[in-house]
């Protein structure tokens, strides 16, 4: 992954992308939208999202918030799903090398900026790193009531019994909170917010966290955010705590416990493995000689 | 009969209503005591719904003001109330029972999730709590404990409606809007929910307007009658008295409409 570092220095192309893509203009529009966010934790701020050079769905929102707070000086990381070699992840650090020339960087520890779809990375972040979430639908009341202006009435008046209605139903149909992903929190005891479709086992961690934590929506135009050190509530019930996820086995790569794992399926008589979805962090272990039960078998099948 | 029961619960003075140049209702005044049953009758485009719109506070009145007995017993002009308390006591304090069940109900949403909706809107979060008042609910409304987890779809017009009702008293409101509760229902449904209306509105004492164009149902439920016609109350008094020695033409005229069972 170190190929990824090197810039393009050398072939310089004549006409030249402004910094970040965006132009300052819009830049500037939406760091207010992000301040305002910041001054209201959790509150979804409407902000003119541009056309970006990538499909709706792939990140658009995520990558305007990025552009608005990058500098010249930052060191961006890029993950989907915790890893750092997915399509989308590498499409967008490529087009912030292109077009910001800032440094890239896989390391968790190593990122100022870090924008992520669907993970929150492992490794504690701290205060002088933000975390850009990439968003498809801020509104968490959305399925329950297909009315924006109604949910934004509901939003104002700190109406959520709704939501509650969603977890009473999961519990109803399955016998437990099923919602495993883009579990709804509660910021800083006024605004219920929809995390981004992180896995819920990565709730605890926007609580109280160090770091900046942006969230931008490109197709609905919505950009929030959790300043640092802000209380972040999972809703539950009384009976029904929120819970993360277990997993029975540790890592298989780097044999950690207590992170979030992806399954792989090996073969097509039910092999399957389970391996951390965050790739760094993973990487990270293994050469700190920690190791997992098929760390081996997997060496020798890279090999061949 | 208490001192708080002698004072009216709700009370309508001119109120009146303009669709830009043509009239909604006009000048429609009357008082609702608590516990007391008001059938407000008239046939198509005679403003009923209107005016119940006015009286629910989803309309704003364009003359006049609407006066409700708060639970501490002041007596509030219901304009002056900001949006979040208007809510508070449109999902505590009241019920509204709309004809058309679909439009009252989260259709996607389970019948014990309708019926906690409104317990979990005011602060309710024991799962095992909320389940049991919705069982118990179910029950006074006659739908079997085990259709809680179906959603409303998989019900007939006449449970549907019955849920409805269920989800409305849930939070022991003191005045329930009914529209046409059993418009659209065939015959026998109807009257099996005209009976569970009836045994209900007594067992909790609620104070009821239904809005209605079945005189029947006007009979059966309702203490006092409103009759409207073209926007205006051209008669009110005791039910058996209008419906039985209507006075006006108009009255007269729906009344001998109604065929004879």
Redesign the interface.
Known sequence: MNAMVTGSEAEMPEIGYNFAYLDEQTKRMIRRAILKAIAIPGYQVPFAAREMPMPYGWGTGGVQVTAAVLGPDDVLKVIDQGADDTTNAVAIRGFFEKTARVATTTRTGEASVIQTRHRIPEQKLSEDQILVYQVPIPEPLRFLEPRETETRELHALAEYGLMHVKLYEDIARHGHIATTYAYPVEVAGRYVMDPSPIPKFDNPKMDDCPALQLFGAGREKRIYAIPPYTRVVSLDFEDHPFEVQHFAKPCAMCGARGVYLDEVILDDRGGRMFVCSDTDHCETRQAEGHHGEMWGGMLAEDAR | MTTTSEKPLLVAEGLGKMYGTRLGCRDVSFSLYPGEVLAVVGESGSGKSTLLGLLSTELAASSGRVLYRMRDGTLTDLATLG??ER?LLMRTDWGLVRQNPADGL?MA??A??NV???L???GW????N??EEALDWLGRVEIAADR??DDPRAFSGGMRQRLQIARNLVTRPRLVFMDEPTGGLDVSVQARLLDLIRSLVAELGLAVIIVTHDLAVARLLSHRTLVMRQGRVIETGLTDQVLDDPREPYTQLLVSSVLAA
């Open positions: 949006p979040a809510r989260r949403v389970s014990g999730g906690g909706e409104r979990m809107a005011v979060r024991h799962y095992g909320i389940r809680i987890d």
